[in-house]
């Protein structure tokens, strides 16, 4: 698993060119390319060619696996640059492949309506426990996956998956609290690209959750991925993440995260669908 400082120094791209940037991998056993990863990738990509507004959306989809033992190259083409609205489209390659294609838009502050549904009632952050000490009892399983350290803290309301699958249901709903486990910087641009990580990966267990299994005994592979930043987020403090996945049809499982900060504000909305199959023979 990736660990922040590593997230955060593949969220530096280099540009090769005039709208081209290098996104270089992390590589893993499988060599696989988180598809969460690389949708944050594309999102800083477009965001290098609109440094004067704020990204509000990204639509993704993940057309390939990649390669994590090789870069990834993002091509950015200016689609508009409006009075408030600026829109781009990131195409990322690896070779004559393209892995994803992206649209993203960026605005500019507006004096306009504000309104929002509320956030849930739920108990805080410090009064729940931490996840690796809920999961102690399975510490010995799948090489310590559900104990292993992460780049982000996590405290669940309802059972996390490993929990789930000893209920008789599944629990309707995946609600946690999250925070990085290290300090973050407050650029915007980088913290909706941590956004768009974390919901890119975190949805998957409301999916698994409802599939009576949990992340590390099913092949799974992200097909597309839709975000909306509504606010800046502070990524100091605990952010609410609740998930649920209203359908589950033909191998594809939807997911969606409506994100809150600690004082109720709606951070961001996210969706997702999953793919769920047999892995091909190499």
Not at 19 to 36: L, R, S
Not at 223 to 229: G, L, R, T, V, Y
Not at 239 to 247: A, G, H, R
């Amino acid at each position: 698993m990736l660990q922040l400082a590593e997230i955060l120094s593949t969220l530096d791209l280099a540009e090769s060119g005039d709208g081209i940037f290098v996104a270089e991998q992390k590589d893993n056993p499988t060599h696989h390319i988180v598809g969460g990863h690389i949708a944050a990738q594309a999102l800083m990509a477009a965001s290098r060619t609109a440094t004067d507004r704020l990204p509000h959306s990204l639509h993704v989809y993940l057309l390939r696996a990649g390669d994590a033992r090789y870069p990834v190259q993002m091509e950015v083409n200016k689609l508009r640059d409006g009075g408030s609205l600026s829109t781009r489209r990131v195409i990322g390659r690896q070779g004559d492949e393209v892995l994803l294609e992206a649209l993203v838009s960026f605005s500019v502050p507006m004096d306009a309506a504000d309104y929002q549904q509320s956030m849930p009632a739920v108990p805080g952050p410090d009064t729940l426990p931490a996840v690796e000490e809920q999961l102690r009892a399975f510490a010995n399983e799948a090489n310590g996956f559900w104990v292993r350290p992460q780049w982000i803290e996590r405290r669940y309301i309802d059972p996390p998956p490993r929990l789930a699958m000893e209920l008789p249901e599944p629990p309707e709903r995946t609600r946690m609290w999250w925070r990085p486990a290290e300090v973050v910087t407050d650029d915007p641009v980088v913290n909706s690209c941590l956004l768009t990580y974390f919901t890119g990966t975190a949805l998957l267990e409301t999916t698994v959750t409802m599939r009576r299994a949990t992340q590390v005994s099913v092949f799974s592979a992200l097909i597309d991925h839709a975000i909306w930043f509504h606010r800046p987020a502070d990524l100091t403090d605990w952010l609410l993440s609740d998930q649920v996945s209203p359908s589950g049809i033909n191998g594809r499982g939807l997911a969606s995260a409506t994100l809150y900060n600690r004082t109720g504000q709606l951070v961001c909305s996210a969706t997702q669908e999953m793919y769920f199959g047999r892995r091909r023979a190499d």
